[in-house]
Nanobody, 125 residues
Framework: QVQLVESGGGLVQAGGSLRLTCAASGRTFSNYAMGWFRQAPGKERQFVAA????????YYADSVKGRFTISRDNAKNTVYLQMNSLKPEDTAVYYC??????????????????WGQGTQVTVSS
């Protein structure tokens, strides 16, 4: 069992930056692929980024590529999402998720076993 707690959201002006943190409980964090997703009001949950257990493989959604960076620190049971050059369309609740299946990283939300409660990111124009 893994519990995930996100933090670091907030209100920022367009062009600004935020760093989201996802703290995980459990001794097997380093075995899990991790992902970030987001959901805006009235929209479906959307993939943002994913990172393999080792950090060697990373995926990004096209909409955030070049602006967002996912990373992890297995010693601290933590995964990060550095968000730069934020746009109003990045406004959403951001969720981190863990995939225990070790089948490779994925953009599919259905593959992730554990989810955090989310943190709100609001980007003003």
């Amino acid at each position: 069992q893994v519990q995930l707690v996100e933090s670091g959201g907030g209100l920022v002006q367009a062009g600004g930056s935020l760093r989201l943190t996802c703290a995980a409980s459990g001794r097997t964090f380093s075995n899990y692929a991790m992902g970030w997703f987001r959901q805006a009001p009235g929209k479906e949950r959307q993939f943002v980024a994913a990172i393999s257990w080792s950090g060697d493989n990373i995926y990004y959604a096209d909409s955030v590529k070049g602006r967002f960076t996912i990373s992890r620190d297995n010693a601290k049971n933590t995964v990060y999402l550095q968000m730069n050059s934020l746009k109003p369309e990045d406004t959403a609740v951001y969720y981190c998720a863990a995939d225990s299946k070790r089948l490779g990283i994925t953009r599919s939300a259905a593959r992730y076993d554990y989810w955090g409660q989310g943190t709100q990111v609001t980007v003003s124009s």
